[in-house]
């Protein structure tokens, strides 16, 4: 029986991981003809980085093409592109939000001033803005013998662990107030897991690793002929890719 | 009835209902706010590019007695630098309760990353903050002086500048179609001096002595002036719109088409074109009609103009998804592509609107800010 595609990647990973964050080079592929539509991987994603309403990190875009009979549906999960030259950090007042050592665009929370400037930037609308609202504003608190809003919330409340630190939704602290985005779960890489949206694909549509080690599922996807990138005509080289 | 009385009147209305919505504001962060993580700024940011125009026109206005000595806006230069330092303070308050961290604010002036044009647009205005006092303190105290043609020079400069980073700010933004085209900075300046004429016309026209030998001719070359600045405006229009749906890139188109066209047309049409642009210019091509206070109000509707004007710069740019099928995908209340300002985005708005005209008729009345005042 062949080893299921998560179980190669996770290998690969910790493959990836003992090697110095300079030397890897992050991807993320996705097989647009194996996505499903499930959401998953948005759902897991709100899960793993606690996220309030308006802000999403991996929406799945659905479009409907063709005319009847023939219609069928494509679906586009859309995390932050990751870009190699990203309009998104030259244009932070305060030098926030910068292309991290291994790849991946990063924002310090505590720098940011909520200025929203680089969610205009981003071509590809993969920044959101923590309002610091919760899906449980509003609700009742209920009986006693029924979980009510207080414990309903708790998981709402409770800390993400985003860029390896605990944060903890308290009144209007960090990261309300912040400019939010997909960080390819690097809190989760440098514990040897894959992104949450990786794992919990039923499709087995995403697949993430180290572009730079040769032997990874990644590298060799990459250089497919069906292989293609979101708005190429801007330059911004995105480190994700999408097989059509 | 006594319209400086009106006006006194009206600012501390406004500035009550703005002290409650900031306390509000300060409250609740953005939870009251309509603008959401797509149509991500709003009223706010376009009220602060509204001021900030008003600011650096005004400065502009203020050079033509200061610095070129035109003789037919002989004391007009101090009233105007106030109008400037004023709307300053309207903007920057404005664009500061628009922040997520309003006390992280520090951050860009102690570790600014000047690659950003955010930054070199708020060291910009800063600096320009600074001028407007040290060339207002000059021209009190010092009129006339070598300092203060230095400071005009130095300042008419900044405020050009300044003017043109507002439209840099948005015009280098590749992403959004609407916004990035060249001729976005260089048309910046054009309004803020437009601002600036409209802003001296309410002052003059509305609270002018109708004593002063002088006002019925600068009301007369200000209504001018505002009339060929509204055909440069209109001829700017023509240009953005027909290079964009020209272009045909379908971003864009559909950000004018948007602007033209969709939900809130009538807020170019009948407020942008008609109210604030066609009707103060054929007013003010009427030298009969448009004198003392009907010139005046006429600025009241050109400065209302303007202020949609930078609305609908900013918003429908940030309409327009930047991929189509993102507004099906994980919708919800801050996951849209509409907007329309919150009732909190209003009474903030207002208020500010009232704290400058307060803080405006407060400076006339104690400041020596007329002509005959030189000390």
């Known amino acids: 029986m062949d080893k299921d595609i998560i179980i190669s990647m996770q290998e690969e990973l910790a493959r990836a991981i ?9 991807l993320m592929v996705i097989d647009q003809r194996k996505c499903v539509g499930c959401y998953a991987c948005t759902i897991s994603c709100v899960a793993e980085n606690k996220l309030p309403p308006g802000v999403v990190y991996r929406p799945v875009l659905e479009d409907e093409v063709g005319t009847y009979p023939r219609v069928s549906r494509k679906f586009l999960p859309r995390p932050c592109m990751q870009c190699d030259r990203p309009p998104c950090t030259n244009v932070c007042p305060v030098g926030a939000t910068e292309k991290g050592a291994e790849g991946v665009v990063t924002i310090d929370y505590k720098q940011c001033i909520g200025c929203r400037y680089c969610v205009t930037a981003c071509p590809y609308g993969a920044r959101t803005f923590d309002f610091g609202e919760a899906y449980t504003d509003g609700t009742p608190e209920g009986l006693p013998a029924m979980v009510g809003q207080a414990r309903a919330g708790a998981m709402e409340r409770s800390a993400s662990f985003e ?11 960090s990261p309300v107030g912040n400019v939010r985005k997909c960080h390819f779960c690097l809190h989760r890489l440098a514990q040897g897991m894959l992104p949450a949206c990786v794992s919990t694909c039923i499709g087995r549509a995403t697949y993430f690793g180290d572009a730079n080690d040769a032997g990874s599922t990644v ?4 250089g497919s002929p069906n292989a293609t990138r979101l708005k190429e005509d801007l330059g911004t080289e995105p480190r994700v890719i999408y097989l059509v | 009835m006594n319209t400086k009385r009106s006006v006194y009147q009206l600012s501390i209305l406004l500035a009550v209902l703005g002290l409650v919505a900031l306390g509000v504001r300060f409250a609740t962060g953005h939870r009251l706010a309509a603008y959401g993580s797509y149509v991500v700024w709003g009223l706010w940011v376009a009220m602060y590019l509204f001021f900030a125009g008003v600011a650096a026109g005004s400065f502009m206005v203020a050079s033509l007695d200061l610095l070129f000595r035109v003789d037919t806006f002989k004391g007009t230069g101090r009233i105007a630098l106030w109008t400037a330092i004023t709307s300053l303070g309207g903007g920057l308050l404005s664009i500061w309760v628009d922040l997520g961290h309003l006390g992280r604010i520090w951050k860009v002036f102690l570790e600014p990353h000047f690659g950003s044009v955010m930054t070199q647009m708020v060291w910009g205005y800063s600096i320009f903050g600074v001028i407007l006092v040290t060339t207002l303190y000059l021209a009190i105290k010092k009129p006339g002086s070598p300092q203060l043609r230095v400071a005009m020079i130095v300042g008419l400069a900044v405020s050009i500048f300044i ?17 990035h085209v060249g001729l976005l900075p260089v048309q910046f300046p054009f309004f803020s001096a437009t601002s600036g004429v409209a802003a001296l016309l309410v002052v003059i026209g509305l609270l002018g002595s109708p004593d002063d030998p002088r006002r019925a ?29 020209y272009g045909n890139v379908p971003e864009n188109v559909a950000a004018v088409e948007l602007l033209l066209f969709g939900t809130y047309w009538w807020v170019f049409w009948i407020l942008q074109i008609l109210v604030g642009t066609l009707i103060p210019v054929a007013v003010l091509a009427m030298p009969r009609a448009a004198s003392g206070k009907t010139a005046g109000w006429m600025g009241v509707l050109v400065l209302l103009g303007l202020a949609v004007a930078r609305v609908n710069f900013v918003l429908p740019a940030l309409a327009v998804p930047e991929l189509a099928a993102l507004t099906r995908a994980f919708s919800g209340p801050r996951l849209q592509f509409t907007y329309f300002p919150s009732l909190l985005e209003w009474g903030v708005t207002l208020g500010i609107t009232g704290f400058v005209m307060l803080a405006f008729l407060i400076g006339k009345d104690r400041l020596p800010l007329r002509g005959e005042e030189v000390a």
Do not use: N
């Open chain 2, 217 to 245: 001719s600068q009301i007369r070359v200000l209504g001018i002036a505002t009339d060929v600045f509204a055909g440069v405006k209109l001829y700017f229009l023509w240009a953005f719109f027909s290079q964009s749906l």
């Open chain 1, 163 to 173: 860029y390896g630190r605990s944060w903890p939704r308290k009144g209007d602290d």
């Open chain 1, 219 to 222: 590298a060799r996807l990459e």
């Open chain 2, 163 to 179: 003017s043109g980073a507002v439209g840099a700010l948005l015009g280098v933004e590749a992403s959004r179609p609407f916004w």
């Open chain 1, 18 to 26: 003992k090697r110095p964050a300079k030397e890897r080079r992050w």
